[in-house]
């Protein structure tokens, strides 16, 4: 019975893993030559940030899931919702750090935050608690999201011939 709820728990680590790969490089070479706002918080508050928000993500994925009664008709929107969301974090990453996107970064960040909010609107009449528990994400994709656009704003892209 706790298999799913570590399974879910543990499935947004996946791609934090990956992202973390992809950020360790250039959090030490490119991510430094950007102009940033002095309110970003310090490169080491992000993994800890992330593994508290994707932890509770996932355990609130699972609290809906058992709620709905597994993979069900019922649970087809607030899981694919809870899915879509997923995607595009993971793919944040790739797209600012790995190819250095800054506005197609900030396009993705800008989805995600509306998609988590769709996700909790849809997750509040299932478990408030699920909904509660993603209350901190979206506050976190909130300064995410200005942070996205301060160096976007702030930085040139390279134009690809």
Not at 53 to 76: H, P, R
Not at 111 to 120: E, F, K, N, R, Y
Request: aromatic letters at 14%; a positive charge; charged letters at 15%.
């Amino acid at each position: 019975m706790c298999l799913p709820m570590i399974g879910m728990t543990a499935l947004p680590h996946l791609g934090g893993l990956y992202g973390g790969f992809i950020t360790r490089k250039e959090v030490k070479s490119w991510y430094p030559t950007l102009k940033k706002p002095s309110w970003r918080p310090p490169n080491a508050a992000f993994p800890v940030v992330w593994t508290c928000l994707y932890t509770g993500m996932g355990y609130s994925s699972y609290l809906v899931w058992k709620e709905l009664g597994g993979f069900t008709e019922e649970a087809l929107v607030p899981l694919g919702l809870y899915g879509l969301q997923l995607a595009l974090n993971w793919i944040w990453t790739p797209i600012f750090f790995g190819a250095h996107k800054l506005k197609l970064a900030l396009v993705d960040i800008v989805l995600l935050t509306g998609t988590v909010g769709a996700t909790m609107v849809s997750w509040y009449p299932i478990s408030r608690t699920a909904t509660l528990l993603m209350a901190p994400y979206l506050a976190w994709l909130c300064l995410a999201t200005c942070l996205n656009y301060r160096i976007w704003r702030d930085n040139k892209e390279e134009k690809e011939e």
